[in-house]
DNA sequence: GTTGATGCAAATCATTTGCATATTC
DNA sequence: GAATATGCAAATGATTTGCATCAAC
């Protein structure tokens, strides 16, 4: 957050919204994970410095701010959706299915592959937060080494 | 389906499930659709045959289907799981913004990219089932055509 | 002072579950 | 006949909404 402060109290502003103490306390709460987390996560951080915040708070702020285009929303796939702030460049999610573990990859590896798309189906690709699941280096070496029977 | 009737009846034995009549007519909603569907529609198709089957049942036997490979679940990112039959080969969806017309790809195009994740990042993709956003050939033409304001 | 945001509680929606009954093997 | 699957109804859990009150502008 930081300097960012400013930033989305403009944009709160110019859409006709209010800045709340909530509304700040939940978009730190975003920011403080610095990468993605869920509803429930906000919800226990933001408790943590105001107790007497409702759950329906968060999620009409987290609306609101998905609609300002303030925060992400990507869905992992396995029902719980995340939630981060927008960054600059967009990038996209590997999630391991061994070891749950998440990391952000840019999209210049993707990018490639939606020219192809878009030559080869005239589709043109816009996601900005593709989640794929596979599996981790680590757990990529854990399955070659105990050898898993059956898999 | 047709001569797929068989091979499910195999499997569903094998898992040491038992073949019934509303399993079947689920099978069939989700094979009738030729594509993906939801839950809703399923319920819907399967009640057209039957009225007294309960929602309760489609979302047992979808489970075990999915379980037993049979169906494979696909999240579109819009909360909304789709639902399709298992086909031979792996593939994606191409999803439109604006006309929400679908259309299937294979995953030539993705396999590059996910060597390249692969390569790049030591991570393995494995998703089979890939959901893509963006605008399809005539809703791109579409807007170049009728220069949109603000886009 | 107005208007919009909040907290609370109740409503809603999709999905799941317990259990008696019906069906498959 | 024994075991599993089904339909029903009730439980759950997440998200949404109505409304009186409170805070921001």
């Known amino acids: 957050m930081t300097h960012q402060s400013l930033h989305w109290e403009k944009e709160m502003w110019a859409a006709g919204h209010r800045v709340t103490r909530q509304r700040a306390l939940i978009l730190d709460a975003v920011c403080a994970a610095d990468g993605h987390?869920?509803?429930?996560?906000?919800?226990?951080?933001?408790?943590?410095?105001?107790t007497t915040i409702d759950r329906s708070t968060i999620y009409r702020a987290l609306h609101l701010f998905v609609e300002l285009e303030l925060v992400l929303a990507?869905?992992?796939?396995?029902?719980?959706?995340?939630?981060?702030?927008?960054?600059?460049?967009?990038?996209?999610?590997?999630?391991?299915?061994?070891?749950?573990?998440?990391?952000?990859?840019?999209?210049?590896?993707l990018r490639m592959m939606f020219d192809d798309v878009s030559r080869q189906h005239?589709?043109?690709?816009?996601?900005?937060?593709?989640?794929?699941?596979?599996?981790?280096?680590?757990?990529?070496?854990?399955?070659?080494?105990?050898?898993?029977?059956?898999?």
Request: hydrophobic fraction near 30%; glycine fraction near 12%.
């Open 74 to 109: 990507a869905d992992t796939g396995s029902g719980d959706i995340l939630y981060e702030i927008r960054k600059l460049q967009p990038h996209h999610h590997l999630v391991c299915r061994d070891c749950g573990g998440e990391q952000e990859i840019g999209d210049a590896a």
């Open 122 to 151: 005239g589709f043109r690709v816009e996601t900005d937060h593709l989640v794929m699941f596979g599996l981790c280096h680590e757990c990529v070496r854990a399955r070659e080494h105990h050898v898993v029977p059956g898999t």
């Open 37 to 50: 987390t869920s509803i429930g996560e906000v919800y226990a951080r933001v408790r943590r410095v105001d």
